[in-house]
Structure formats: C-alpha cells, structure tokens
C-alpha cells in the first residue's frame, strides 16, 4: 500500500479520496426505469450487479434524495437496460439531476417490458425486468434487490458503456 489507512476512528467524510479510490474500479453503465401511472421515471446507475442464481436477484443503488428513489421503492416493478457504448448521450441524459419528467424518453427509442411495463431502451447490449425483492439501507443511497422476472439481450454483438475514474472509456 503506498498511502497510511485512514486513523482509526476518521470520520470517513473525505468524499473526494473516496470517489478517486472506488472510481478506479471499471463498471458498466445501465439505466434503470420504472412507470407510475402514466409516467415514466429513468436513473443511470453504475452501481448494478447481479447477486444469486438461485432465485435469480441483481442489486443496483439509488440515492435516497433522488426523486427516482422512492418511485421506484412503491411501484416495486422496474427495468434495467445495459448501455451499449454509443448510448452515452442516454447515460448522461438519465443522470441530469432536475430534468423534466414529462417526455423524458422522448426521441428515445424504446419498448414496454412485458412483466413490468417499464421502458426498455432499445439497443441495450441487454436487459432484465424485476420486481422488488429487498431493500437495504446503505447510507445515503438503498440497496435494492431484484428478483429477475425476464431476461433479454436487444443488441448482444454491442460493446458495453465503460466508466472509469469519472469518465467514459
């Protein structure tokens, strides 16, 4: 190790190190969408991964202040598309805090999931469908787990969105 561990007892607040070390860390990039009502709702995660086989559960992670988390905690049915690396005008898009709701998919193409009825991007290298299995607290974001519902994969020859140390691959 080539740095002194944080002193027993750090107050851990040192945001800006932390999101440097763990931004060290490649991950994919995937949107999650749920509808309530008529209305559709989008977040780009990065924090998504897949946690059993048996029964089939993924996790990802939502900000609790985000608008999107307690949408997505009451309808309990959501949908989560794998971005291709040409969509990252869409990451971005799903990531601006404050946009419009209304048409917030608009001009981007999409399809309703079966099971859910919540936006599947088209394109996506895949996507999966879930109903709510469990939430847990992790600080200021929840762990929601999924139990998987369908499994899909629109464009499976697409190479995957990348985010590394803040930035697109």
């Avoid at 994969?153 to 990348?162: E, R």
Wanted: hydrophobic share 45%; proline share 6%.
């Amino acid at each position: 190790m080539t740095s002194d561990p944080l002193p027993a007892g750090a107050p851990g607040d040192d945001a800006a190190l932390f999101r440097e070390v763990v931004g060290r860390f490649a991950t994919g990039v995937a949107v999650v969408t749920t509808v309530a009502g008529a209305e559709d709702h989008a977040m780009t995660v990065n924090a998504f991964t897949s946690v059993s086989l048996e029964p089939l559960l993924v996790l990802f992670c939502a900000e609790k202040i985000a608008r999107f988390h307690d949408v997505v905690l009451d309808t309990g049915l959501w949908a989560v598309s794998i971005l291709p690396d040409t969509m990252r005008d869409a990451s971005e898009w799903f990531a601006t805090r404050g946009r419009a709701l209304d048409g917030q998919l608009d001009g981007r193409p999409h399809t309703r999931g079966p099971a859910t009825g919540a936006a599947v991007l088209a394109g996506a290298v895949a996507a999966l469908e879930c109903r709510t299995h469990a939430v847990h607290d992790g600080g200021d974001h929840s762990i929601v787990v999924g139990e998987v519902l369908t499994l899909d994969t629109p464009a499976p020859h697409a190479a995957p969105l990348i985010y590394y140390r803040g930035g697109y691959l």
